[in-house]
Antibody
């Protein structure tokens, strides 16, 4: 069974940093591209970042470009999101999502990031 | 950025009724559109991809249609477990974008 388990969320002050992790299992992680997608409380879905299977290609939403960094460690079957200079508007549930056929499938259960003073 | 506009925002229907959800793209996305279902407190789940293909395990009462800029998700006869929020999403151009969602609620 494919599993994606996020961790690392929590409460952080504006301007602070946080590193999210996603542990993948049940599939050959190194062969799949991965994404982070977020959802602000009571709001819709927003794609945040993409990393190709080889880490050669990295993409970011304009809203996080220059502040967030996506990475992966295929030896550890793990995906990461380093988030710096956090803003109140970054408050959201962050989902780790596998890309299958360029679609988002499946999704992890999410980890909540709250940016507040 | 391609903007996806979903309508209606909320659909109030009874079990057994037919649901028709719309997604309109600001420019052509060919058939590069998917639909996701999200229930409260849960992560989204892929339901339809490439506009009309059901994902693994999705019941036949769900169907998708359309191409270019206009797409439809149809639920032929609503079951109690179908009441949820549905999002469309395009992969034609970066950034990949989502619609704002349609909530299907029990009337």
């Amino acid at each position: 069974e494919v599993q994606l388990v996020e961790s690392g969320g929590g409460l952080v002050q504006p301007g602070g940093s946080l590193r999210l992790s996603c542990a993948a299992s049940g599939f050959t992680f190194r062969t799949y591209s991965m994404n982070w997608v977020r959802q602000a409380p009571g709001k819709g879905l927003e794609w945040v970042s993409y990393i190709s299977s080889s880490s050669d290609d990295l993409y970011y939403a304009d809203s996080v470009k220059g502040r967030f960094t996506i990475s992966r460690d295929s030896a550890k079957n793990s995906l990461y999101l380093q988030m710096n200079s956090l803003r109140v508007e970054d408050t959201a549930v962050y989902y780790c999502v596998r890309e299958r056929g360029a679609w988002f499938d499946p999704w992890g259960q999410g980890t909540l990031v709250t940016v507040s003073s | 950025e391609i903007v996806l506009t979903q309508s209606p925002a909320t659909l109030s229907l009874s079990p057994g009724e037919r649901a028709t959800l719309s997604c309109r793209a600001s420019q052509s996305v060919s058939s590069h559109l998917a639909w996701y279902q999200q229930k409260p407190g849960q992560a989204p789940r892929l339901f339809i991809y490439d506009a009309s293909n059901r994902a693994t395990g999705i019941p036949a009462r769900f169907s998708g249609s359309g191409s270019g800029t206009d797409f439809t998700l149809t639920i032929s006869s609503l079951e109690p477990e179908d009441f949820a929020v549905y999002y469309c999403q395009q992969r034609s151009r970066w950034p990949k974008t989502f619609g704002q969602g349609t909530k299907v609620e029990i009337k």
